[in-house]
């Protein structure tokens, strides 16, 4: 479940950004099915995913933290 809350908020900011799912896998230098399983709540993104996911896309990992329900 919180795989998936994690998964939805990083393709919804990568899409916002105009990134595409292989341009922003190859920027972050993993495969685009690693990245797609964690897009689609599969796998659980680890810490240094995440720092580098709000890296490139410039947001703060706050921004991207699924809000507590």
């Keep these: ?9 990083i393709r919804a900011f990568r ?17 685009v099915s690693i990245l797609g399983e964690v897009e689609r709540g599969n796998r659980m993104p680890t810490t240094e995913l995440v720092a580098q996911v709000a890296e490139i896309l410039q947001i703060s990992i706050d921004d991207l933290t699924p809000p507590e329900e």
């Design 1 to 9: 479940m919180e795989a998936e809350k994690w998964g939805r908020r």
């Design 15 to 31: 899409k916002l950004k105009g990134f595409t799912q292989e341009g922003f896998a190859e920027k972050l230098g993993v495969s």
